[in-house]
């Protein structure tokens, strides 16, 4: 014959685990209201400023090449000097001097190196790798506490200011695609994962409409963005 055993331990268990859960996934929800209504000039996305370890600008592909391939999903593998086999014993000794590179010539000096689907980053302090990594750990941590991806693409950008006689002009990215960092080792490239999402910035556009009045219209994929 067949017995039904009621485990009554387990049963009290799963019910713990599940108020545990609910309880995780509203504090989760509380951070992540938190995250989007956070309209203060510390937030990124509504005064972006260009940090060494927090960002890192996108040089190659072309702007309309890359946001193409963003809206169809994209997998991009981000160019990493000291991985490639052309670089000469000369290059590695001065790689102190990268430090000193504008974007232009950081541009000329790889930009002809690159392979299919290769990236070219840059930020500030001619360390786009180390922006990279940064990045990812700090998108990691917060999608362990919030549950919340702040990786992003960001397409476009708008001055503004708070007022008509302020001569402070912030500037906000307007369009975003969440990303994911991946990478397997340390003598591995790192890969960028894009998943074909391309949203309004959701927390300025939350702070144009909450104090000025301003709607911003969501983005139509089919209109693009000429």
């Known amino acids: ?12 268990n799963k019910i713990k685990h599940s108020q545990k859960e609910k309880q995780m996934n509203t504090e989760k929800l509380n ?13 990124n996305l509504i ?14 592909p072309d702007y309309a090449t890359l946001f193409e391939r963003t809206e169809s999903a994209a997998t991009f593998e981000v160019f990493d000097p000291k991985l490639e086999n052309e670089e000469s ?3 590695k000794e001065n790689e102190e001097d990268e430090d000193r590179l504008s974007k232009e010539e950081y541009l000329k000096k790889y930009g002809s190196r690159l392979k299919k ?13 180390s922006a990279i990594k940064n990045i990812n750990k700090k998108a990691k ?3 362990e506490e919030t549950g919340v991806n702040i990786a992003y693409i960001a397409f476009g950008f708008v001055n503004w200011t708070e007022n008509e006689n302020s001569q402070y002009v912030m500037k906000a990215p307007v369009l975003l695609s969440p990303i994911k960092i991946e990478n397997q080792s340390a003598v591995d490239p790192y890969f960028i994962k894009t998943d074909d999402e391309i949203i309004v910035n959701p927390t300025f556009s939350f702070k144009l409409q909450n104090d000025y009045g301003i709607k911003l219209p969501d983005y139509n994929e089919d209109e693009g963005i000429y």
């Open 1 to 12: 014959k067949h017995v039904l055993e009621f485990n009554s331990s387990m049963c009290y």
């Open 31 to 43: 951070k992540w209201a938190d995250l989007l209504l956070d309209t203060g000039k510390r937030n």
């Open 47 to 60: 005064h972006f400023k260009d940090t060494k370890m927090s960002t890192a600008e996108i040089l190659f």
């Open 89 to 91: 014993e000369e290059e």
């Open 117 to 129: 689907n290769q990236i070219l980053l840059y930020n500030t302090c001619n360390k786009p790798i």
């Open 141 to 143: 941590s917060a999608i």
